[in-house]
């Protein structure tokens, strides 16, 4: 475990001593400023749209907003994912630094964590910039957090299997650029491979669909944290599948008990679930004509999607 | 301390190390040599447990490298061709992330930090980053971690490469007085060093062990012999380097003459001579009395570098030596 720590403390201080990590959280603060921005101009068009007609129309500001805003965060992901760990394991190679871990009385695997983690820190940094984001919702209004946190919880678990798959593709090259290239290849495959399963319900296209990132975020975003734990057993896998393939298989005995593990987890995320459930939306504003605050409307809408259905 | 038996390494077209076999005790310092590309640093590797091996075993300290690696990296320090440093880091930090890796923690390893600084004189460069260094910085940065944990075995890869001669000098006798407590083996192409810091030589050639004895021996075992340098010149400005040769050959002892220069008004002459003759005296004595003068004679330093040629079969690749005359004393 102290090993582990320690290549997590070198990868961590190599981040951030490089320009790395401060061009990546720039370049995702400002992506996710403009997204939440164009996101919160929209949902304030609508609204007013809504009222000016005098419909009832069923507005949820979680749904609107911080749905759509996480469901951009994937995509940026995929750009930011083989930037994160292209050089993982590609520059000690380089560098022939990979000699001194190797000869070093460290276990593969412990190497292998350490520098996964670190990816997952690094990426939990950028995550943290919509943190910012949503926080603004919580200033002006009361949306309901659970969803939120279930939809975090997705993207944590969705960058640490494509993580995964980053520092595989890193050890298997000196290049940076090749191991940047692979990651991004395969991780959009991943992202799009569920596609032929909407059309086609052969094995393969159910497996593929089955692989696909896309489909197992749909039910997190919507604060549905895995049915019978099904999604996030297949996170876990990933991570288990990529980091001991970089140099030792699968520990198929560790995937058992880890089942057992996540079973447990995903019991308790059920009770939050159901409680989910209940946050439809319901659209029953007055007709009001008149230009409201902004801090007016969203509160308006928070409180709304607290009201059971 | 370091065993190998058939230690075989084959790539997928290429056999880089072929049936190696020797002992190394404790204590020692092996000179390990080769030509570029006989195998040398892959035997290295195979040591260090960074390549297993195809076939044949080798236990450093009684552990199997590929029974019981952990043990083998615990009581070994290796100094790969190119230091393993990270650019980014100083080179205080580097040494004590390297010194946690191989298990030391606390109060030891701030003072094996001291030590090594010390030891390598890098103590002034310890609050500089390791990319910014100059190349003897970086292989003597290379050397310090690779004795940081005071490892029983040492493998140092060309420890001497890109170093200026000053700090050779320095990094020889560094090496030479952690001989003792430490075993040590070192890969080289200049052969001096062995000479000068080993006690027993591995020559290895195409992957194959051509030799493996103390340096004295195989000095002895290949020649019974000394070469003595000789500058002869013309009294009146002209010079017959045949007759010269010729009378030089008469000299009992003498084994062998090397036409090595030949300018229109002096000749210089390798001669091979058998040892513990007192055949320099005859040699001057017969040159002046010939009528020529002696401008210089000295002992070539016996080397190396013709046993090395010899054995790894090299020295027909060597441009010809003109004017090879055998001694009529043999």
């Not at chain 1, 993207?155 to 593709?169: D, E, S, V, Y």
């Not at chain 1, 159910?206 to 975003?221: D, L, N, P």
């Not at chain 1, 198929?252 to 409680?275: P, Q």
């Not at chain 2, 075993?57 to 029974?67: K, P, R």
Request: positive net charge; proline residues 4%; hydrophobic residues 45%.
């Amino acid at each position: 475990m102290r090993n582990v720590w320690l290549i997590w403390r070198k990868e961590m201080r190599s981040y951030f001593v490089s320009p790395v990590a401060y061009v990546l959280i720039v370049v995702c603060a400002l992506f996710f400023g403009f997204f939440f921005w164009s996101l919160l101009q929209a949902y304030l068009q609508f609204s007013m749209e809504a009222q000016m007609r005098g419909e009832a129309f069923p507005m949820n500001m979680p749904e609107e907003i911080a749905r759509r805003l996480f469901g951009n965060v994937p995509v940026t992901g995929l750009f930011i994912v083989p930037l994160i760990t292209m050089r993982l394991f590609a520059e000690e190679k380089r560098n022939g630094t990979i000699e001194l871990l190797t000869t070093s009385p460290i276990r593969d695997g412990e190497v292998i964590l350490g520098k996964w983690l670190a990816s997952l820190t690094m990426y939990c940094c950028l995550l943290f910039l919509t943190v910012i984001n949503i926080g603004f919702l919580f200033i002006y209004s009361h949306p309901d957090w659970k969803p939120l946190l279930v939809a975090y919880l997705g993207l944590f678990l969705q960058a640490a299997g494509l993580l995964a798959i980053g520092t595989f593709m890193s050890s298997l090259t000196k290049n940076q650029i090749i191991a940047g290239a692979l990651t991004f290849c395969v991780c959009l495959l991943i992202f799009v491979c569920g596609w032929v399963g909407e059309y086609n319900s052969e094995t393969w296209a159910r497996v593929s669909a089955y692989i696909s990132v896309s489909t197992h975020m749909e039910s997190f975003m919507k604060g549905d944290a895995g049915l019978e734990g099904r999604h996030l057993l297949r996170h876990v896998d990933f991570r288990r599948t990529f980091s001991h393939g970089a140099l030792d298989g699968i520990a198929a005995v560790e995937v058992v008990s880890e089942y057992r593990v996540v079973e447990g987890a995903a019991n308790k995320i059920r009770g939050v679930r159901h409680a989910l459930y209940r946050c439809g939306a319901g659209g029953r504003d007055g007709c009001q004509c008149s230009r409201q605050p902004l801090r007016q409307v969203l509160r308006r809408h928070s409180q709304q999607t607290l009201q059971p259905l | 301390m370091i065993t190998v038996k058939e230690l075989t390494k084959r790539y997928a077209r290429n056999t880089a190390v072929d049936h190696i076999s020797f002992e190394i005790e404790k204590g020692q310092i092996v000179g390990f040599l080769g030509p570029n590309g006989a195998g040398k640093t892959t035997t290295m590797r195979m040591l260090t447990c960074f390549l297993p091996p195809t076939a044949g075993t080798a236990t450093v300290a009684g552990f199997d490298v590929l029974e019981e690696p952990m043990e083998v990296k615990k009581r070994i320090g290796y100094l790969p061709e190119a230091p393993p440093l990270y650019p980014e880091m100083l080179t205080g930090e580097y040494l004590s992330f390297v010194g946690s890796l191989k298990g030391l923690r606390g109060a030891e390893l701030k003072q094996r930090v001291d030590y090594v600084s010390e030891r390598c004189a890098i103590a002034d460069v310890r609050n500089k980053q390791l990319g910014k260094l100059s190349k003897g910085y970086r292989q003597r940065v290379g050397l310090a971690q690779a004795i940081i944990h005071n490892p029983e075995v040492l493998i140092l890869d060309e420890p001497t490469s890109g170093l200026d001669p000053k700090q050779i000098n320095e990094t020889r006798d560094l090496i030479k007085s952690l001989a003792g407590d430490h075993t040590i083996i070192l890969s080289t192409h200049i052969l001096s060093e062995v000479e000068q810091i080993c006690q027993q030589v591995i020559i290895i050639s195409k992957g194959k062990l051509v030799a493996t004895d103390t340096v004295d021996n195989l000095q002895n075992r290949s020649r019974g012999a000394e070469s003595v340098l000789l500058e002869v010149a013309g009294r009146n400005g002209q010079i017959d380097t045949a007759v010269v040769q010729a009378r030089i050959a008469k000299v009992a002892g003498v084994n062998r003459i090397v036409l090595k220069d030949k300018q229109p008004t002096y000749s210089r002459f390798e001669v091979e001579t058998q040892k513990d003759h007192f055949v320099r005296g005859d040699l001057a004595r017969a040159i002046v009395e010939g009528g020529w003068d002696l401008n210089e004679m000295r002992a070539s330093a016996v080397s190396l570098e013709e046993i090395f040629l010899q054995l790894t079969g090299t020295q027909e690749a060597a441009p010809k030596v003109e004017g090879v005359v055998t001694g009529a004393g043999k």
